[in-house]
């Protein structure tokens, strides 16, 4: 098992930033692919960004390239999102999801954190 916190987040005018924190325990968290995941009011989850097991590999949904940034760091059980020039539509509920070697869906989910950015 993989337990996985996240913090960071609040409200922010449109053009702000905000950096989200994921704390991660249990299974070794060098061994998982990270990943952000999040849900618009009132829409389905959607990805994010992710980073490989050693961070040199990020991927990020179009919506957000050039504006944000994943990291990790394996020695804190960290991972995090740096999100620059915020606007309205990245209001979400965010959330750190963990997967694990050789698996296709992120088994593991932390509680979220709400991220409202005004106009």
């Known amino acids: 098992q993989v337990q996985l916190v996240e913090s960071g987040g609040g409200l922010v005018q449109a053009g702000g930033s905000l950096r989200l924190s994921c704390v991660a325990s249990?299974?070794?968290?060098?061994?998982?692919?990270m990943a952000w995941i999040r849900q618009p009011p009132g829409k389905e989850r959607e990805f994010v960004a992710r980073?490989?097991?050693?961070?040199?590999?990020?991927y990020y949904a179009d919506s957000v390239k050039g504006r944000f940034t994943i990291s990790r760091d394996n020695e804190k059980n960290m991972v995090y999102l740096q999100m620059n020039s915020l606007i309205p539509e990245d209001t979400a509920v965010y959330y750190c999801?963990?997967?694990?070697?050789?698996?296709?869906?992120?088994?593991?989910w932390g509680q979220g954190t709400q991220v409202t950015v005004s106009s």
């Open positions: 980073v490989s097991w050693n961070g040199d590999n990020t």
């Open positions: 999801a963990a997967r694990g070697p050789g698996e296709h869906t992120y088994d593991y």
């Open positions: 249990g299974r070794t968290f060098s061994n998982f692919v």
